[in-house]
């Protein structure tokens, strides 16, 4: 009787220990991790940094926000098994597609923007420059910085409102188309007398591109950012606007103030000294 305990006990114990490891197996499979696994998780981590960056600080984070959480519903459900639900939310999030890039049309642009002018496809060592996919437009010729210093320095102590766009991979071609064409070299005289009030191409942008100025009086667009300080006028919202969705370097003089400002990458800079105007600009372009 003790010999048949303790063979059904030795049975019980390698039954279950058997299960154990079937459990064990099935879960380390499940967890199993590659090094493809991490770069994922890396790419997917750096696509949404680089979407909550386009999409700071405007309206647009709201709904981002709400579509997240719907998402994050639906995929619940899915989980829970809720089949009705499941369903409507299913269709209205295969439609959504469509929906985020109508709601979303400009962060997609600047987005794409971004893509194009980092380096990946048009940089100097990207591979895809053998084929010309994306031919770079670097400034063959060097930048007169010390002209357009000059300038700020001389319109800001009279008061002249300016708005110069220096471009740099992105040739602004479509803003060029905007305004009346001039193709002149880089001067401090032409720039005063383009800006000088009763001038007919003061009002709007310079582009400057290849150290020559391409055209005047050009319209760009004005930033959506719900935080843009209230104190500053069209000329810096245009500025802003336009580097928020190109790499291009924006110089902005004051009409009310005299103050020089400048803006890159999104981000702006006012009231600044002419010398910190010429170190940004010999960064950016080299001097």
């Not at 829970?80 to 299913?90: A, F, K, R, V």
């Not at 923007?113 to 010729?141: D, H, V």
Request: proline letters at 2%; a neutral charge.
């Amino acid at each position: 009787m003790t010999a048949v305990k303790l063979h059904y006990a030795n049975f019980d114990t390698s039954y279950f220990g058997r299960n154990k490891l079937m459990l064990i197996n099935l879960v380390l499979s499940f967890l199993t991790f590659r090094w493809l696994d991490a770069l994922d998780i890396l790419i997917v981590a750096l696509l949404l940094y680089q979407l909550y960056n386009l999409v700071k600080g405007t309206a647009a984070v709201n709904i981002f926000l709400g579509i997240l959480s719907l998402y994050l519903l639906w995929m619940l459900v899915r989980v829970l098994n809720m089949q009705l639900l499941d369903s409507i939310l299913g269709q209205f999030i295969g439609v959504g597609v469509l929906a985020l890039i109508v709601v979303f049309q400009q962060e997609v642009r600047r987005f794409l923007l971004l893509i194009g002018t980092t380096g990946i496809i048009n940089g100097r060592r990207s591979p895809f420059r053998w084929f010309n996919f994306g031919k770079s437009l670097r400034n063959q010729e060097t930048l007169n910085i010390a002209s357009i210093v000059s300038a700020c320095l001389n319109m800001a102590q009279s008061s002249t409102g300016a708005i110069m766009v220096l471009s740099r991979e992105n040739s602004l071609q479509f803003y060029v188309n905007t305004g009346e064409d001039i193709d002149a070299a880089v001067s401090t005289k032409i720039l005063e007398s383009i800006f000088y009030k009763n001038s007919p191409l003061h009002d709007g942008a310079v582009i400057i591109t290849n150290n020559r100025i391409k055209a005047a009086r050009c319209v760009l667009p004005v930033t959506d950012d719900d935080n843009f300080p209230a104190h500053l006028g069209m000329r810096h919202r245009a500025a802003v606007g336009l580097s928020e969705s190109s790499d291009a370097v924006v110089i902005v003089v004051s009409e009310q103030s005299g103050g020089i400002s400048i803006t890159h990458d999104g981000e702006l800079e006012y009231d600044i000294s002419p010398k910190r105007l010429r170190d940004v600009l010999e960064k950016a372009f080299g001097g």
